[in-house]
Each structure stands twice: as structure tokens, then as C-alpha cells.
């Protein structure tokens, strides 16, 4: 298993975007797994939200497709997620994992990082 870390979260208005980030420990390298976003609110349990495979082929669940991109950057290997045209309802905390199709690989996860919509 891979050391993440999620970064790049804040509290933004409904419409307005963000740009979350995941890395991994030193060493690992994230382009060998398909790779994946998640997300929890409060109360509820955690969701898929978008995966990219090792050959940058995406998948979004249904409430965030048009709206959020995921993306490779394999100089600073990292998996990024940009979120646009956001809704309260977007309110989580996001989370990266590896990805077995749009369920997670590894049992362990980050810190993840906090994203509030509200206005």
C-alpha cells in the first residue's frame, strides 16, 4: 500500500471551483495504479466520485460528471481533481485511493482534505 495525501480543499461558494491534489510518499509511483477520488459527508458514507486509469481513461459518478475533471501530472506525480460549478451538496471530505473499478484498493487512507460549499 501507498502513502497518500490529499491537499488543496477549502470553503468556497456555491459556483465556485477548487482544485484538490493527492501524492503519494516518496518512491511510489501513483501512474502504476488506476487511481481514484472519494468522498465522505458527514453522516454518510463514503462515495466514489472519479477514477483514472493507468491509461488516463475516467470515470465520474453521475452527480459530478460535466462538473469535475480528474487528471494525471505525472512530472509531479500527482492525481488532481478539479471541481467546478460547486454545490452545497458537495460538501465532504475528499479522499484519493487506488481503485478496483469505482470501489477503493487499499484499505488505509489519508487525512483527506475538506471541501464546504456554502454561501
Known amino acids: 500500500q501507498v502513502q497518500l495525501a490529499e491537499s488543496g480543499g477549502g470553503s468556497v461558494q456555491p459556483g465556485g471551483s477548487l482544485a484538490l491534489s493527492c501524492t503519494a510518499a516518496?518512491?511510489?509511483?501513483?501512474?502504476?495504479?488506476?487511481m481514484g477520488w472519494f468522498r465522505q459527508a458527514t453522516g454518510k458514507e463514503r462515495q466514489f466520485v472519479a477514477s483514472?486509469?493507468?491509461?488516463?481513461?475516467?470515470k465520474y459518478a453521475d452527480s459530478v460528471k460535466g462538473r469535475f475533471t480528474i487528471s494525471r501530472d505525472p512530472v509531479e506525480n500527482t492525481v488532481n481533481l478539479m471541481m467546478g460549478h460547486l454545490k452545497p451538496e458537495d460538501t465532504a471530505v475528499y479522499y484519493c485511493?487506488?481503485?478496483?473499478?469505482?470501489?477503493?484498493?487499499?484499505?488505509?487512507w489519508g487525512q483527506g482534505t475538506q471541501v464546504t460549499v456554502s454561501s
Open positions: 485511493n487506488a481503485v478496483v473499478g469505482r470501489l477503493p484498493r487499499w484499505d488505509d
Open positions: 516518496s518512491g511510489h509511483i501513483l501512474t502504476n495504479y488506476n
Open positions: 483514472i486509469s493507468w491509461d488516463r481513461k475516467t
